[in-house]
């Protein structure tokens, strides 16, 4: 299969100085434009045209998070600066479970991030809106193109999007590109998420936990030793319509590829068991042995083999980038997986 590559330069107009990682100021941050643009050299490099995305319309943000959250991520920012806010949107004050029972978000610009936030390792800045929106460009085009027949896309957003929930954002994540796509798939049957980013992709999980359409099924470190912490563990099913249709397989600490590559091979047995008409993967490279906030230790190799058993599970596919922040080695991952996809069988 001859994937289509989507790219959009928006993305670099989210750029923030610094984030606060166990209350550090960290600069310059792990997420940065510096990642996309290596990918995107890569593939270049290796002869693959990029295509822009077709812009889409407002609405499909509502279609997986709630119009409020929407409604800050629009406009919160702009709020918090004429409240006095710095030009970095962080929130320091965030609501406990009892408040999340019978509160609101508060009138507050400068209380409000902290309402819709779950870290301070999320930074938002003035151009964050307009990257996430091209990511959901990207993700949606993606979506529409596998409908009229392409076999496989790679869509290269940023900033990633499975921390990003119903009603919440976080993990780098403000909108969640994979989750709309999927959602938009599921119109037409049944479809599966793969999310094979380091980190378990608590956002997704939520969106689609009543939702027996969307199998999601997640490859990641273990919550008890990697962000984000409170969830990912393989009794977290799904409810209601959604019951049976969330697979968690937490992996341990230095994971490498040949464990990696067995549990992903009983990942591929429950794609094929739900019968979906596209795939689509969350695709992280924080899983590599170089990354700096990883907990695995797979090789270059490793996503050529990854590229392979995406391309045997037959379906169409819609690569979505999620994390990855060894900048100097993602372009090889990044085309090793298309390699794997590429190969004749
Ligand atoms: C999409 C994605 O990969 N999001 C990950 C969010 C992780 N946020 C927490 C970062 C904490 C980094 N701690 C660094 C420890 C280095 N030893
Ligand atoms: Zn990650």
Same mark, same amino acid.
């Given at each position: 299969?001859?994937?289509? +590559?989507?790219?959009?330069?928006?993305?670099?107009?989210? #750029?923030?100085?610094?984030?606060?990682?166990?209350? !550090?100021? &960290?600069?310059?941050?792990?997420?940065? *434009?510096?990642?996309?643009?290596? +990918?995107?050299? @890569?593939?270049?490099?290796?002869?693959?045209?990029?295509? %822009? *995305?077709?812009?889409?319309?407002?609405?499909?943000?509502?279609? &997986?998070?709630?119009? @409020?959250?929407?409604?800050?991520? /629009?406009?919160?920012?702009? !709020?918090?600066?004429? @409240?006095?806010?710095?030009?970095?949107?962080?929130?320091?004050?965030?609501? $406990? $479970?009892?408040?999340?029972?019978?509160?609101?978000?508060?009138?507050?610009?400068?209380?409000?991030?902290?309402?819709?936030?779950?870290?301070?390792?999320?930074?938002?800045?003035?151009?964050?809106?307009? %990257?996430?929106?091209?990511?959901? #460009?990207?993700?949606?085009?993606?979506?529409?193109?596998?409908?009229?027949?392409?076999?496989?896309?790679?869509?290269?957003? =940023?900033?990633?999007?499975?921390?990003?929930? $119903?009603?919440?954002?976080?993990?780098?994540?403000?909108?969640?590109?994979?989750?709309?796509?999927?959602? /938009?798939?599921?119109?037409?049957? *049944?479809?599966? &998420?793969?999310?094979?980013?380091?980190?378990?992709?608590?956002?997704? !999980?939520?969106?689609?936990?009543?939702?027996?359409?969307?199998?999601?099924?997640?490859?990641?470190?273990?919550?008890?030793?990697?962000?984000?912490?409170?969830?990912?563990?393989?009794?977290?099913?799904?409810?209601? *319509?959604?019951?049976?249709?969330?697979?968690?397989?937490?992996?341990?600490?230095?994971?490498?590829?040949? %464990?990696?590559? =067995?549990?992903?091979?009983?990942?591929?047995?429950? +794609?094929?068991?739900?019968?979906?008409?596209?795939?689509?993967?969350?695709?992280?490279?924080?899983?590599?042995?170089?990354?700096? +906030?990883?907990?695995?230790?797979?090789?270059?190799? @490793?996503?050529?083999?990854?590229?392979?058993?995406? =391309?045997?599970?037959?379906?169409?596919?819609?690569?979505? !980038?999620?994390?990855?922040?060894?900048? #100097?080695?993602?372009?090889?991952?990044?085309?090793?997986?298309?390699?794997?996809?590429?190969?004749?069988?």
């Amino acid at each position: 299969m001859q994937p289509v +590559i989507l790219g959009d330069d928006r993305h670099r107009s989210h #750029d923030p100085p610094f984030e606060l990682n166990a209350g !550090q100021h &960290v600069a310059p941050v792990w997420e940065q *434009p510096a990642r996309i643009d290596a +990918i995107a050299g @890569a593939l270049r490099a290796a002869g693959y045209r990029i295509a %822009a *995305p077709e812009p889409c319309d407002d609405e499909v943000l509502t279609t &997986v998070h709630a119009a @409020a959250m929407v409604d800050f991520a /629009r406009h919160g920012y702009a !709020q918090w600066l004429e @409240a006095g806010g710095p030009e970095v949107m962080i929130p320091d004050t965030f609501p $406990p $479970p009892a408040a999340l029972r019978h509160g609101r978000c508060p009138t507050s610009p400068l209380g409000a991030a902290g309402w819709w936030c779950t870290d301070t390792a999320t930074p938002i800045v003035a151009g964050t809106y307009a %990257a996430a929106r091209a990511g959901v #460009d990207l993700a949606v085009t993606g979506a529409d193109l596998l409908v009229g027949g392409t076999e496989a896309v790679y869509a290269l957003t =940023r900033p990633p999007g499975h921390h990003a929930g $119903p009603d919440s954002y976080g993990g780098f994540c403000l909108f969640n590109p994979a989750a709309i796509a999927a959602r /938009r798939l599921s119109e037409h049957g *049944p479809v599966a &998420v793969l999310d094979l980013d380091v980190h378990h992709g608590n956002g997704t !999980q939520d969106i689609f936990w009543r939702d027996g359409q969307v199998l999601v099924v997640s490859l990641h470190g273990d919550p008890d030793h990697l962000y984000p912490f409170f969830s990912g563990r393989a009794e977290e099913r799904g409810e209601g *319509p959604g019951h049976g249709a969330t697979h968690n397989l937490p992996l341990p600490a230095g994971t490498a590829d040949e %464990a990696y590559l =067995r549990v992903l091979h009983t990942a591929a047995e429950v +794609i094929h068991d739900h019968g979906p008409l596209a795939v689509v993967v969350s695709l992280g490279f924080d899983t590599s042995s170089a990354d700096p +906030i990883g907990s695995m230790a797979l090789s270059t190799d @490793a996503y050529l083999r990854i590229g392979r058993l995406l =391309r045997d599970l037959g379906r169409p596919l819609l690569l979505i !980038q999620e994390g990855g922040y060894a900048i #100097d080695r993602l372009g090889d991952y990044a085309t090793a997986v298309l390699d794997g996809l590429t190969e004749p069988t």
